[in-house]
């Protein structure tokens, strides 16, 4: 990236980080009372909540497996480098803006793999993953707003995240079905859309199609659990429907990560809800920093663990970032995540 780039970048960054430090300022909490939140904190349910959520990313890697054992022909690799490869997203996720973790685990799977012609169907697996969290994150809707105490701004949110959601499945499913033959021979434009039917295969097969869901319901389910048992960490004795709420809200309030995490954002979109609940704004407050620590403490650790057993560093992403920053109108998957791959095979 040139000199005139990375200004352009920062122009644009600079007024998101406004709004960020503003939405701190006028909506903060008195951080005397939320430091003494801290004070009161019950460990045993914060263990809890950490192993919760280490067993949601298992079962959500899991879910990836599946759609990729039906993206490409075998030999499949092993569930331990597909797990690698979503463990180092998680943490690009955690760390970086925007999504580069999904460009980074595309490219850490395809090391592995040292196949070629597969990177355009592992972009393809990774969006067919995404979209079977369509299904629990409905249910969760669904049933939050037949139990909770939803205020008013989150309803359009949720209703619009819903709407992309099932606009993004139906295309999917549509593009999945479509006919498709030889690759071979075909231009690479045709070459790159062929190869990226093939990683929404699962789409066609409704077994493995109905597996992912499954192991992508459970993932949902522990991490109900390890926000209603975040909540008895701090104190806040709410129903699980509450702990429902938190989930939907964190999940909207962090879908479009225009900052690492999005914090301070996640933290009022908990608070405020919580209000309803009788909770202290302060506690609340608390509570999404503690919870959102909770959460990184999983997506980083373990992506730390594996990003050093890949014999990959955190200069790494930043090159992953580097090219999702980069990228032109006439750019494809393909070439991002080649690019990506290069610069880890240089660390």
Same mark, same amino acid.
């Given at each position: 990236?040139?000199?005139?780039?990375?200004?352009?970048?920062?122009?644009?960054?600079?007024?998101?980080?406004?709004?960020?430090?503003?939405?701190?300022?006028?909506?903060?909490?008195?951080?005397?009372?939320?430091?003494?939140?801290?004070?009161?904190?019950?460990?045993?349910?914060?263990?809890?909540?950490?192993?919760?959520?280490?067993?949601?990313?298992?079962?959500?890697?899991?879910?990836?497996?599946?759609?990729?054992?039906?993206?490409?022909?075998?030999?499949?690799?092993?569930?331990?480098?597909?797990? /690698?490869?979503?463990?180092?997203?998680?943490?690009?996720?955690?760390?970086?803006?925007?999504?580069?973790?999904?460009?980074?685990?595309?490219?850490?799977?395809?090391?592995?793999?040292?196949?070629? &012609?597969?990177?355009?169907?592992?972009?393809? /697996?990774?969006?067919?993953?995404?979209?079977?969290?369509?299904?629990?994150?409905?249910?969760?809707?669904?049933?939050?707003?037949?139990?909770?105490?939803?205020?008013?701004?989150?309803?359009?949110?949720?209703?619009?995240?819903?709407?992309?959601?099932?606009?993004?499945?139906?295309?999917?499913?549509?593009?999945?079905? /479509?006919?498709?033959?030889?690759?071979?021979?075909?231009?690479?434009?045709?070459?790159?859309?062929?190869?990226?039917?093939?990683?929404?295969?699962?789409?066609?097969?409704?077994?493995?199609?109905?597996?992912?869901?499954?192991?992508?319901?459970?993932?949902?389910?522990?991490?109900?659990?390890?926000?209603?048992?975040?909540?008895?960490?701090?104190?806040?004795?709410?129903?699980?429907?509450?702990?429902?709420?938190?989930?939907?809200?964190?999940?909207?309030?962090?879908?479009?990560?225009?900052?690492?995490?999005?914090?301070?954002?996640?933290?009022?979109?908990?608070?405020?809800?919580?209000?309803?609940?009788?909770?202290?704004?302060?506690?609340?407050?608390?509570?999404?920093?503690?919870?959102?620590?909770?959460?990184?403490?999983? &997506?980083?650790?373990?992506?730390?663990?594996?990003?050093?057993?890949?014999?990959?560093?955190?200069?790494?992403?930043?090159?992953?970032?580097?090219?999702?920053?980069?990228? &032109?109108?006439?750019?494809?998957?393909?070439?991002?995540?080649?690019?990506?791959?290069?610069?880890?095979?240089?660390?």
């Amino acid at each position: 990236m040139n000199i005139r780039d990375k200004r352009w970048r920062l122009l644009l960054v600079l007024p998101l980080l406004a709004v960020a430090v503003s939405l701190i300022y006028w909506r903060g909490p008195d951080w005397s009372l939320v430091k003494d939140a801290f004070t009161v904190v019950r460990w045993e349910w914060v263990i809890a909540a950490i192993g919760l959520n280490l067993l949601s990313v298992i079962a959500r890697a899991l879910a990836w497996d599946t759609t990729i054992k039906q993206s490409i022909s075998p030999p499949h690799p092993p569930f331990r480098l597909v797990f /690698s490869a979503f463990s180092v997203g998680l943490f690009g996720n955690a760390v970086l803006p925007g999504r580069v973790g999904e460009l980074a685990r595309v490219a850490v799977l395809r090391r592995r793999l040292n196949r070629k &012609g597969t990177t355009a169907t592992l972009v393809g /697996s990774v969006f067919a993953h995404r979209m079977f969290d369509l299904f629990p994150a409905a249910t969760l809707v669904v049933w939050v707003l037949l139990t909770a105490k939803l205020p008013g701004w989150a309803l359009t949110s949720i209703a619009l995240v819903l709407a992309i959601g099932v606009a993004l499945f139906v295309t999917a499913v549509a593009l999945a079905r /479509s006919q498709h033959g030889e690759v071979e021979g075909l231009g690479r434009v045709r070459q790159l859309i062929a190869r990226g039917r093939e990683g929404l295969a699962v789409m066609r097969s409704p077994v493995p199609a109905a597996q992912a869901a499954a192991f992508q319901f459970f993932g949902w389910t522990c991490q109900l659990f390890a926000v209603w048992a975040a909540m008895r960490a701090f104190h806040i004795y709410e129903h699980l429907a509450a702990a429902g709420l938190v989930l939907v809200l964190i999940n909207v309030a962090t879908i479009f990560p225009l900052w690492p995490g999005n914090f301070g954002l996640v933290q009022i979109a908990i608070a405020l809800p919580l209000v309803n609940y009788g909770v202290d704004y302060a506690r609340g407050v608390a509570f999404g920093v503690g919870l959102q620590a909770i959460e990184a403490s999983v &997506g980083v650790g373990v992506g730390l663990i594996f990003l050093a057993r890949e014999g990959l560093s955190y200069a790494t992403l930043k090159e992953f970032e580097q090219v999702e920053a980069d990228r &032109g109108p006439a750019d494809t998957a393909e070439r991002h995540a080649d690019r990506a791959l290069a610069a880890a095979k240089r660390q």
